[in-house]
T-cell receptor
């Protein structure tokens, strides 16, 4: 079945450092790919998405490119801030078998801590 | 715009007691609805999803159940809680089939459940 593997944290960086969180996937067909972010004590927020190969999703300085040849969707940010401290989840869409529900398959999450 | 609500925000329950968590969505019709559980230090586990009133699909056999009595209301229940039911419960919605971006899910703020 479809699956997502992302680097396990925790990741600790200093402010203004470069961030990469690796994500690779296994899927049949052409799923959409997502990064969600979860701030402490909150639900998940969609950070960015890409729907086809070579698409680049971007938001709030974060970027990820849908690489079909390497089945990857790595998250990057050039200069992190303390406010970026959160747990980041990579996910792919997994078309449901019943009535059009599209389920998401999530990675286990990577906790990022940014120190001032 | 669409919003999703969950309550209660936190809940402490004794083992063997019943459970009812509620999720409602505003600003959209016929959404797909989802219940996830996030155990401490682990990723997200899809518990149930629903594509319409009274239509529930279970992903994981357990002592939990879900119901959808109204189009935009999704309830997670248990008759007798176990210690292992502790976790962070997240409700999510996605647009109904026929609309764009049905694969993107939007999450509520979550309910922190502690079973003692």
């Amino acid at each position: 079945g479809n699956s997502v593997t992302q680097m396990e944290g925790p990741v600790t960086l200093s402010e203004e450092a470069f961030l990469t969180i690796n994500c690779t996937y296994t899927a049949t067909g052409y799923p959409s790919l997502f990064w969600y972010v979860q701030y402490p004590g909150e639900g998940l927020q969609l950070l960015l998405k890409a729907t086809k190969a070579d698409d680049k999703g971007s938001n709030k300085g974060f970027e990820a490119t849908y690489r079909k040849e390497t089945t990857s969707f790595h998250l990057e940010k050039g200069s992190v801030q303390v406010s970026d401290s959160a747990v980041y989840f990579c996910a792919l869409s997994d078309a449901g078998t019943q009535g059009g529900s599209e389920k998401l398959v999530f990675g286990k999450g990577t906790k990022l801590t940014v120190n001032p | 715009s669409q919003t999703i609500h969950q309550w209660p925000a936190t809940l402490v329950q004794p083992v063997g007691s019943p459970l009812s968590l509620e999720c409602t969505v505003e600003g959209t019709s016929n959404p797909n609805l989802y219940w996830y559980r996030q155990a401490a230090g682990r990723g997200l586990q899809l518990l149930f999803y629903s594509v319409g009133i009274g239509q529930i699909s279970s992903e994981v056999p357990q002592n939990l159940s879900a119901s959808r009595p109204q189009d935009r209301q999704f309830i997670l229940s248990s008759k007798k809680l176990l210690l292992s039911d502790s976790g962070f419960y997240l409700c999510a919605w996605s647009p109904s089939p026929g609309l764009a971006s049905t694969d993107t899910q939007y999450f509520g703020p979550g309910t922190r459940l502690t079973v003692l």
